[in-house]
């Protein structure tokens, strides 16, 4: 695998932008330039900045350069039949460990195994300053300081321009089963939660027009023993739907309204909401085609205890992410200020302004 | 702060805060204030000014608000059990104990969540759903005192967070108030939320970011079944390999912990747990899943072990025995506490890898100091808590104890690992931050503090060292080895 490291170059653009006080656009893969509202100012390639630089599998820890590729990563560590648990969305083949870590999406084993930022350790990142600054480390149990590497996760890139990631992995299940199911959404998303209150080996559940699918991982006799015990019948060609689902390639994911990401309580009944919608993550995000106005289907959404993003397609010059209350947003806008003070981290991708 | 002005001022303070709390709940007679002196590491003493006992987010409110007024430092306080002075009072600040919010406001089934108040101990969550067969995994030893709020703001971990994750894996929701008086929800009843992960950034920022007023937290099916092997070994390397062994094989303990030969003595003249005395290291490592998987698991992980040379393995056939096997590990601080007449609680954590060379670092500057020293260690995630015995009334000991465990700080340090697993900075290992990280990084860390308290009058001089501080730690450290004068407080 290629190992290059570029952190002097990158770190010597960076304080040279901050001199001079112009924008930087970080780029990984550019798989998900999609995502985000519209990012501005000059390219700063990431992806010249790769390769593993520790992974010892005993250890449950393995660093990584930010411009990696995520399916070389994937790669790694199923050959010492580990994984990254969050099951990580790549949205193409050129995704970067650090446009994953930035973006914060994870796939539908998330609510059973966490998400990215559970399984974070300690990153290495250049701030608005230009300055490298490491945090957390290679160890599962850190709390010296504060948790600045998780803070990365989902920021987008306009915290810092992340340099090297630690992750904790965890061993690849031994056996994997899908069980399908017809029924009603309210039924669905009732027994979804049912069984995740039960000690079952649950690593996915979804559901799409009348069928539930719920997908067990872990020894050959945990899963036989749950399989048996919820029913169904066995998918037996599940792997490439998983995936498909994960990287949003289904037929489903092909539509032409605006793509709407809802965040929300796992048990939240079906919502009351115009257009098409996919239920992953064991009820807790929901994926809804609509061209409903924004504001009152985020209304919705927070009544029931939710946020919403547009996630892809309709007006990308406007709020994308769910808009900030008042005094979240001035503590937001205070933590970018102290990451970076002068606003050349891809600014306005995630809030307009800065 | 001159005595005379320092008695206006707080006379001031004390009528303003009776104005926002019942009389008994501002608290300003020496003796009231005596039991709030200090928190689990007793070494370090200082007398609140005053201490107020709030019970709702309102009075929070208004006491911060009342305090950014005018200028005076709050400390935050849940049970008062951290382990590294994270709630040692200000001389000239007002001491918020969180007792009063011992509520558990509801318990949301189907969403498998409880909205708590920060005072609620830990244990009591548990106990509270198990008719539901549902648990709070993050399970510290000090579980039965500690609260919820205090958990947060240390990022406790426990002895099942290998496989279920410390604090921070395990909550979804805080209600803070803010020094400046403002309230604000971070994180959500949904599985994340938008903008920045300050739900991470909140947990284990030891009290210096805002008052936790409210935490909603994750639950998770109670394992059908759960039980214990109990391992020994004659070489405490031996033991390490074999832990590296079991987690390369592709297995999870839900516990994995290992304790060496003093601290097996200390914990089987204690509660007779049937530890073997002879032992160089034991090891427990509990499985847990459904009744097949955990039969499975167990016959794996005694191949493993016995192939990497255990002594002597014993798998425990009942729940009383489970008990009693764990019984031991449980009470180890105890125990040692009854060898000797004080002892000191090193938190640290190195990559697994390192343990045997660690220990060996650990023994020979044991010896250097002359104190004896009996390590407990969460194995499966390599958080080591040597524990130093000394006797306080002699003089200088404790000084000696305190350069010890900075050694062996500084150790871990030098292994790849950290200060602290999971009882936090506090006041207790500000000089090592100076060695664990770099200015720039330091200087990161106040700026973030700067965003959520602009004035540093939450838990002031805490966690994070002033750069001049460290400069002179710095110094100091290259030429000498020692800081001098290590009783002076520097904030
Ligand atoms: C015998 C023993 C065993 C222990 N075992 C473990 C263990 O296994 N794992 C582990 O992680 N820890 C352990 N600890 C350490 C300690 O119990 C934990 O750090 C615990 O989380 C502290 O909780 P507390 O309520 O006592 O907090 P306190 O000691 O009262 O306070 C700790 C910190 O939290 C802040 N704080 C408290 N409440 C709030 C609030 N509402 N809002 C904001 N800040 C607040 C304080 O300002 C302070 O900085 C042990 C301690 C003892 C004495």
């Given at each position: 695998?290629?190992?290059?490291?570029?952190?002097?170059?990158l770190?010597?653009?960076?304080?040279?932008?901050?001199?001079?006080?112009?924008?930087?656009?970080?780029q990984?893969?550019?798989?998900?330039?999609?995502?985000?509202?519209?990012?501005a100012?000059?390219?700063?390639?990431?992806?010249?900045?790769?390769?593993?630089?520790?992974?010892?599998?005993?250890?449950?820890?393995?660093?990584?350069?930010?411009?990696?590729?995520?399916?070389?990563?994937?790669?790694?560590?199923?050959?010492?039949?580990?994984?990254?648990?969050?099951?990580?969305?790549?949205?193409?083949a050129?995704?970067?460990?650090?446009?994953?870590?930035?973006?914060?999406?994870?796939?539908?084993?998330?609510?059973?195994?966490?998400?990215?930022?559970?399984?974070?350790?300690?990153?290495?990142i250049?701030?608005?300053?230009?300055?490298?600054?490491?945090?957390?480390?290679?160890?599962?149990?850190?709390?010296?300081?504060?948790?600045?590497?998780?803070?990365?996760?989902?920021?987008?890139?306009?915290?810092?321009?992340?340099?090297?990631?630690?992750?904790?992995?965890l061993?690849?299940?031994?056996?994997?089963?899908?069980?399908?199911?017809?029924?009603?959404?309210?039924?669905?998303?009732?027994?979804?939660?049912?069984?995740?209150?039960?000690?079952?080996?649950?690593?996915?559940?979804?559901?799409?027009?009348?069928?539930l699918?719920?997908?067990?991982?872990?020894?050959?006799d945990?899963?036989?023993?749950?399989?048996?015990?919820?029913g169904?019948?066995?998918?037996?060609?599940?792997?490439?739907?998983?995936?498909?689902?994960?990287?949003?390639?289904?037929?489903?994911?092909?539509q032409?309204?605006?793509?709407?990401?809802?965040?929300?309580?796992?048990?939240?009944?079906?919502?009351?909401?115009?257009?098409d919608?996919?239920?992953?993550?064991?009820?807790?995000?929901?994926?809804?085609?609509?061209?409903?106005?924004?504001?009152?289907?985020?209304?919705?959404?927070?009544?029931?205890?939710?946020?919403?993003?547009?996630?892809?397609?309709?007006?990308r010059?406007?709020?994308?992410?769910?808009?900030?209350?008042?005094?979240?947003?001035?503590?937001?806008?205070?933590?970018k200020?102290?990451?970076?003070p002068?606003?050349?981290?891809?600014?306005?991708?995630?809030?307009?302004?800065? | 702060?001159?005595?005379?002005?320092?008695?206006?001022?707080?006379?001031?303070?004390?009528?303003?805060?009776?104005?926002?709390?019942?009389?008994?709940?501002?608290?300003?007679?020496?003796?009231?204030?005596?039991?709030?002196?200090?928190?689990?590491?007793?070494?370090?003493?200082?007398?609140?000014?005053?201490?107020v006992?709030?019970?709702?987010?309102?009075?929070?409110?208004?006491?911060?608000?009342?305090?950014?007024?005018?200028?005076?430092?709050?400390?935050?306080?849940?049970?008062?059990?951290?382990?590294?002075?994270?709630?040692?009072?200000?001389?000239?600040?007002?001491?918020?104990?969180?007792?009063?919010?011992?509520?558990?406001?509801?318990?949301?089934?189907?969403?498998?969540?409880?909205?708590?108040?920060?005072?609620?101990?830990?244990?009591?969550?548990?106990?509270?759903?198990?008719?539901?067969?549902?648990?709070?995994?993050?399970?510290?030893?000090?579980?039965?005192?500690?609260?919820?709020?205090?958990?947060?703001?240390?990022?406790?971990?426990?002895?099942?967070?290998?496989?279920?994750?410390?604090?921070?894996?395990?909550?979804?929701?805080?209600?803070?108030?803010?020094?400046?008086?403002?309230?604000?929800?971070?994180?959500?009843?949904?599985?994340?939320?938008?903008?920045?992960?300050?739900?991470?950034?909140?947990?284990?920022?030891?009290?210096?970011?805002?008052?936790?007023?409210?935490?909603?937290?994750?639950?998770?099916?109670?394992?059908?079944?759960?039980?214990?092997?109990?391992?020994?070994?004659?070489?405490?390397a031996?033991?390490?390999?074999?832990?590296?062994?079991?987690?390369?094989?592709g297995?999870?303990?839900?516990?994995?912990?290992?304790?060496?030969?003093?601290?097996?003595?200390?914990?089987?003249?204690?509660?007779?747990?049937?530890?073997?005395?002879?032992?160089?290291?034991?090891?427990?490592?509990?499985?847990?899943?459904?009744?097949?998987?955990?039969?499975?698991?167990?016959r794996?992980?005694?191949?493993?072990?016995?192939?990497?040379?255990?002594?002597?393995?014993?798998?425990?056939?009942?729940?009383?025995?489970?008990?009693?096997?764990?019984?031991?590990?449980?009470?180890?601080?105890?125990?040692?506490?009854?060898?000797?007449?004080?002892?000191?609680?090193?938190?640290?954590?190195?990559?697994?890898?390192?343990?045997?060379?660690?220990?060996?670092?650990?023994?020979?500057?044991?010896?250097?100091?002359?104190?004896?020293?009996?390590?407990?260690?969460?194995?499966?995630?390599?958080?080591?808590?040597?524990?130093?015995?000394?006797?306080?009334?002699?003089?200088?000991?404790?000084?000696?104890?305190?350069?010890?465990?900075?050694?062996?700080?500084?150790?871990?340090?030098?292994?790849?690992?950290?200060?602290?697993?999971?009882?936090?900075?506090?006041?207790?290992?500000?000089?090592?931050?100076?060695?664990?990280?770099?200015?720039?990084?330091?200087?990161?860390f106040?700026?973030?503090?700067?965003?959520?308290?602009?004035?540093?009058?939450?838990?002031?001089?805490?966690?994070?060292?002033?750069?001049?501080?460290?400069?002179?730690?710095?110094?100091?450290?290259?030429?000498?080895?020692?800081?001098?004068?290590?009783?002076?407080?520097?904030?």
């Open positions: 695998m290629t190992s290059s490291d570029i952190s002097v170059e770190i010597s653009t960076v304080a040279d932008a901050f001199e001079r006080g112009t924008a930087l656009e970080i990984g893969g550019g798989t998900k330039q999609f995502y985000g509202r519209r990012p100012g000059s390219l700063l390639r990431v992806k010249g900045h790769q390769g593993i630089v520790n992974y010892e599998p005993t250890e449950l820890v393995v660093s990584v350069r930010s411009g990696t590729r995520l399916s070389e990563l994937q790669q790694i560590l199923a050959e010492a039949q580990q994984m990254l648990g969050f099951e990580a969305p790549a949205f193409g050129d995704a970067t460990v650090g446009g994953m870590v930035a973006c914060g999406f994870s796939g539908p084993a998330r609510p059973y195994r966490g998400a990215v930022r559970d399984a974070v350790l300690g990153v290495k250049i701030n608005g300053r230009g300055q490298q600054l490491r945090f957390g480390g290679e160890v599962i149990k850190n709390v010296a300081g504060y948790d600045a590497s998780r803070l990365m996760v989902g920021a987008m890139g306009t915290l810092g321009v992340v340099l090297q990631v630690s992750f904790k992995v061993p690849a299940p031994e056996v994997t089963m899908t069980r399908t199911f017809e029924m009603s959404e309210l039924l669905a998303l009732e027994q979804m939660n049912i069984w995740a209150g039960r000690p079952l080996p649950l690593s996915a559940c979804a559901f799409y027009a009348d069928r699918s719920v997908r067990l991982c872990g020894s050959g945990a899963v036989l023993a749950a399989g048996r015990e919820i169904g019948d066995e998918e037996r060609d599940a792997i490439t739907w998983w995936a498909s689902l994960r990287e949003q390639g289904l037929p489903f994911f092909s032409e309204e605006p793509l709407w990401r809802l965040s929300v309580p796992p048990a939240t009944g079906p919502m009351n909401l115009p257009g919608c996919l239920i992953d993550w064991g009820g807790a995000q929901r994926w809804l085609f609509c061209e409903h106005s924004a504001d009152a289907l985020r209304q919705v959404v927070r009544d029931a205890g939710g946020h919403a993003t547009l996630f892809r397609g309709g007006n010059d406007s709020e994308i992410f769910e808009p900030l209350q008042s005094v979240q947003w001035r503590l937001q806008r205070e933590l200020r102290a990451f970076d002068r606003s050349i981290l891809n600014p306005g991708r995630m809030v307009e302004g800065w | 702060m001159l005595q005379a002005e320092s008695r206006r001022v707080r006379g001031a303070l004390i009528a303003k805060l009776r104005d926002i709390l019942p009389r008994q709940f501002v608290l300003t007679e020496t003796e009231q204030l005596r039991p709030y002196e200090c928190d689990g590491l007793t070494a370090y003493r200082q007398l609140p000014w005053i201490v006992l709030p019970s709702n987010s309102e009075e929070v409110e208004k006491i911060l608000a009342l305090c950014t007024a005018r200028g005076v430092p709050v400390v935050a306080r849940g049970a008062g059990t951290g382990l590294s002075g994270g709630a040692l009072p200000h001389p000239h600040g007002v001491l918020l104990s969180m007792t009063r919010f011992d509520r558990i406001l509801s318990v949301d089934r189907a969403n498998r969540t409880a909205c708590v108040q920060p005072g609620v101990r830990n244990i009591a969550i548990s106990e509270e759903v198990e008719g539901m067969g549902l648990y709070y995994a993050p399970d510290p030893s000090s579980q039965i005192a500690c609260s919820i709020g205090g958990n947060v703001a240390e990022n406790s971990g426990g002895v099942h967070c290998l496989k279920y994750g410390l604090t921070v894996h395990n909550i979804l929701k805080l209600e803070v108030v803010l020094m400046s008086g403002e309230s604000v929800t971070i994180g959500a009843d949904a599985l994340d939320m938008p903008g920045y992960d300050l739900l991470a950034l909140m947990t284990g920022s030891e009290g210096m970011l805002g008052v936790v007023t409210e935490v909603t937290v994750r639950l998770l099916p109670k394992p059908a079944v759960a039980r214990v092997i109990l391992a020994a070994f004659d070489d405490l031996v033991a390490g390999n074999a832990v590296a062994a079991i987690i390369g094989a297995i999870i303990p839900a516990g994995l912990e290992m304790m060496d030969n003093p601290a097996i003595l200390a914990v089987e003249d204690f509660v007779h747990a049937g530890y073997p005395r002879d032992a160089a290291a034991l090891l427990l490592c509990e499985l847990d899943g459904t009744e097949s998987e955990v039969e499975a698991g167990i794996e992980v005694t191949r493993i072990l016995e192939l990497q040379g255990a002594t002597e393995i014993r798998v425990a056939t009942d729940e009383a025995e489970r008990q009693r096997f764990w019984s031991g590990r449980k009470n180890a601080f105890p125990a040692v506490g009854r060898i000797s007449p004080d002892y000191y609680c090193i938190d640290g954590t190195i990559p697994k890898k390192r343990l045997g060379e660690v220990l060996t670092g650990i023994s020979k500057l044991s010896n250097e100091y002359d104190l004896r020293v009996a390590n407990v260690f969460h194995a499966g995630d390599g958080n080591l808590h040597p524990l130093i015995l000394y006797d306080g009334s002699q003089a200088g000991a404790f000084e000696r104890t305190e350069a010890l465990g900075g050694k062996i700080l500084e150790l871990c340090i030098a292994v790849g690992g950290t200060i602290t697993g999971e009882h936090g900075v506090g006041v207790e290992k500000l000089n090592q931050m100076c060695i664990q990280f770099e200015m720039p990084e330091l200087d990161q106040h700026a973030i503090k700067k965003a959520f308290d602009p004035a540093a009058l939450l838990n002031p001089g805490k966690a994070v060292p002033t750069l001049s501080r460290c400069a002179e730690f710095n110094a100091m450290h290259v030429h000498k080895g020692r800081l001098p004068f290590p009783e002076l407080p520097r904030f």
